[in-house]
């Protein structure tokens, strides 16, 4: 059984926060509920471009607002790819995650139900997941967990070790017994992922170095990993300081993983051309 540190200081850094829901006035999204650990409602907002598109299970951040994953969205979109956009305990009003535990569960749980719906609801389009900042964790999670459920990672901001991060937060670690053996656990996670793995990095991230990030990519157990550094970003939102080179990074890595980059699609879409 898997033991999480359970620190107040620490669940108050990562989870005691508050953020407004999605936006209201989203368009184009599809509204979805599931459920938390403890039977709690949780909104996903999943945005569609074509039924048969790749689909990206988005893991956000658990402090930027939500409402800027609705613009971000349609981004994804114009380049052809359905998001579906999960949020946590505590947005929209509800009561929080306490622990690193919760935490966890609720990231597997809300897993396991998006790939449901999607799989009920027939959009068959290869299955990516990604994660930012404290969602990469759970996004390194639960491929780790289920390597044969999706594609592809992406990351954008991960962290590698637990105490490099925390210290870099203002928290005291010295005190804090096995915490890199019961935090996140990132880099022997990592370790097992073979799956194709694309990575992003803010330059100017001041909470998680370019060598932990680094890090986080040398441990990565994929052949088929890319590693990128978007020149001018912070932590949040690369797509911003990316701009269009961001989407259509990720957009090439997708196509690649469902076939629609091999020679066979490319001499078919050539051929089909000279028809005309």
Avoid at 25 to 41: E, H, R
Avoid at 74 to 80: A, K, V
Wanted: glycine share 8%; charged share 25%; with cysteine.
């Amino acid at each position: 059984m898997t033991h999480f540190i359970d620190n107040s200081e620490i669940n108050a850094l990562l989870f005691d926060h508050k953020r407004n829901g999605f936006a209201l006035s989203a368009k184009n999204a599809k509204v979805l509920t599931f459920k938390d650990s403890d039977s709690n409602p949780i909104v996903a907002h999943y945005y569609v471009s074509e039924k048969k598109s790749p689909n990206i299970i988005f893991f956000p951040s658990a402090e930027s607002p939500l409402e800027q994953f609705d613009k971000m969205a349609s981004s994804y979109n114009q380049q052809g790819l359905n998001v579906l956009i999960l949020s946590y305990r505590g947005d929209n009003g509800g009561s929080g995650i306490s622990t690193l535990e919760e935490f966890y569960e609720d990231g597997r749980l809300l897993f396991e139900q998006a790939v449901a719906w999607l799989t009920d609801n027939e959009y068959v389009g290869g299955r990516f997941v990604m994660g930012q900042s404290l969602g990469a964790v759970l996004a390194i999670d639960v491929v780790e967990r289920n390597p044969d459920m999706v594609k592809g990672l992406l990351l954008e901001s991960g962290m590698g070790r637990t105490v490099d991060y925390l210290k870099n937060r203002g928290i005291e670690t010295d005190n804090i017994p096995d915490l890199e053996e019961h935090g996140f656990c990132n880099l022997e996670k990592i370790e097992k992922i073979e799956l194709a793995t694309l990575i992003f990095h803010g330059a100017q991230d001041a909470w998680i170095s370019i060598v932990e990030a680094e890090t986080l990519q040398a441990c990565c157990g994929a052949r088929a990993k890319q590693f990128f550094v978007i020149p001018g970003a912070k932590h949040d939102f690369l797509y911003k300081s990316g701009e269009q080179l961001y989407f259509e990074m990720i957009k090439k890595f997708t196509d690649t993983l469902c076939g629609v980059n091999t020679w066979r699609q490319k001499r078919k879409k050539y051929l089909e051309a000279q028809e005309r």
